[in-house]
């Protein structure tokens, strides 16, 4: 492989309300990585700078010598370069996008000897579920299920025109206690609630017709939960459909708030703001649209950073 190259992984959204741990979509965010032959060296700059390790421990080189595990070769020495543009703890997929980079820019360098869905099967492993790491991987928006252990994934198709309007508040949600906090058992009505509307939801994205998605991102099973986590949610929400945006849901495990529209994004992004300040939190207005393309090598005349 060159001595140098770089790749580029979007940031991604799971569940989009009534989809719990079976839906995601990948967004126009994006974190780049770049390798070079060795020594060892971490660098990081943007999201994540001075917080993240620098050592064995960082994720990207993790799960950069997972691959290498994986194929029996030996651990190459390289020096890693990682650009955030994704913010962590935000529930927009930083850490499916660390672990997608390292494992795609080990299969470049080895030579590409894992398949994407060998890639996509290995991180799902390594990350427990697909629903951030299949649109990372293939872009758009996947849905991610298991037949025993074989995983089976499929595009939903969507409006061109849609837009995601992301509030994105300075307050972190760790992805483990927002998913502490669930229950083990749900009850039938709850189950019921939200595979009428997940079926919903993808019936509205697949045939254009966004009126329902309203309804369609509602959800049972997780968000009300997580609101005690982060209390402005429900506001937040209100303030985005209240502005005409279609729906409106918790990223991920949060604490961001996504509302998908195919208009007025910043009137949107303002009702969301002043809904969370008046909640007492404040935070960054993002207006971003779906991207087709997962990760992938970067050509010599593509920034490394969008």
């Known amino acids: 492989m060159t001595s140098e190259y770089t790749i580029k992984i979007p940031a991604t959204s799971a569940n989009l309300g009534s989809g719990f741990d ?26 994540g700078e001075g917080e993240l390790p620098l050592d064995q421990n960082n994720l990207v080189y993790k799960s950069f010598s997972r691959l290498f595990h994986e194929i029996g070769e030996t651990i190459p020495q390289v020096s890693i370069e990682c650009e955030n543009q994704i913010p962590i703890s935000r529930g ?23 398949s994407k869905f060998d890639l996509l099967n290995l991180a799902a492993q390594m990350e427990g579920h697909p629903d951030n ?19 089976i994934t499929s595009s939903v198709n969507y409006p061109p025109n849609i837009s ?15 998913r502490n906090i669930l229950e083990d058992q749900v009850s039938r009505k709850d189950v019921v609630f939200n595979l009428g509307r997940f079926g919903m939801l993808v019936n ?11 309804f369609a991102t509602q959800d049972l099973l997780h968000q009300p939960q997580r609101q005690q986590l982060f209390f402005p949610m429900k ?69 490394k950073c969008q």
């Open 22 to 47: 079976s839906i995601g979509l990948a967004i126009d965010l994006w974190n780049s990585v770049t390798v070079k032959n060795g020594p060892f060296q971490i660098e990081l700059n943007g999201f």
């Open 92 to 114: 927009l997929g930083s850490s499916s996008a660390a672990l997608v980079g390292g494992l795609y820019a080990a299969n470049v360098f080895a030579g590409n000897p894992l």
């Open 133 to 151: 790491v299949a649109p990372a991987i293939l872009g758009g928006i996947q849905i991610g299920v298991y037949d025993d252990q074989n995983l």
């Open 164 to 178: 995601l309007v992301l509030y994105v508040p300075d307050s972190i949600m760790p992805t483990d206690n927002a």
């Open 204 to 214: 509205s994205l697949s045939n254009g017709d966004l009126s329902n998605l309203k």
């Open 235 to 303: 506001n937040i929400i209100k303030g985005a459909l209240d502005a005409g945006a279609y729906g409106a849901f918790l990223s991920g495990a949060g604490s961001t708030i996504i509302a998908i529209t195919d208009s007025r994004e910043y009137t949107i992004g303002y009702e969301m703001a002043d809904a969370a300040m008046k909640s007492g939190i404040e935070g960054n207005i993002v207006v971003s649209t779906i991207v087709n393309q997962g990760v992938h090598l970067i050509d010599q005349g593509e920034n």
